[in-house]
């Protein structure tokens, strides 16, 4: 489930290069990630869906930001010739 979201999340950032998203380049749109909920709606259970996906974006967000300020690479635990 958290694949796609972080695929998104990351494919919606703005390239520092060319200043775009990398949806907006090629798909024309960047698609939302949730849906607007400025009107309530009746539906229960579509907005606790809603609040678990806004949920997880915050989780993406916060992983793929870890990820990019870790200042040492992951340790490589594979030896040369080793077959993995």
Same mark, same amino acid.
């Given at each position: 489930?958290?694949?796609? #979201?972080?695929? #998104?999340?990351?494919?919606?950032? /703005?390239?520092?290069?060319?200043?775009?998203?990398?949806? /907006? #380049? %090629?798909?024309? %749109?960047?698609?939302?990630?949730?849906?607007?909920? +400025?009107?309530? +709606?009746?539906? %229960?259970?579509?907005? =606790?869906?809603?609040?678990? #996906?806004?949920?997880?974006?915050?989780?993406?967000?916060?992983? %793929?930001?870890?990820?990019?300020? +870790? !200042? +040492?690479?992951?340790?490589?635990? =594979? !030896?040369?010739?080793? !077959?993995?």
């Amino acid at each position: 489930m958290m694949l796609p #979201l972080t695929t #998104l999340v990351h494919n919606n950032a /703005q390239n520092v290069t060319t200043g775009l998203a990398l949806n /907006q #380049l %090629l798909n024309g %749109l960047e698609p939302t990630i949730t849906p607007d909920q +400025s009107v309530s +709606s009746n539906n %229960l259970t579509a907005e =606790f869906r809603v609040d678990q #996906l806004r949920q997880q974006r915050k989780q993406a967000m916060m992983a %793929l930001n870890n990820a990019t300020n +870790s !200042k +040492s690479p992951a340790a490589n635990v =594979f !030896k040369h010739g080793q !077959k993995v």
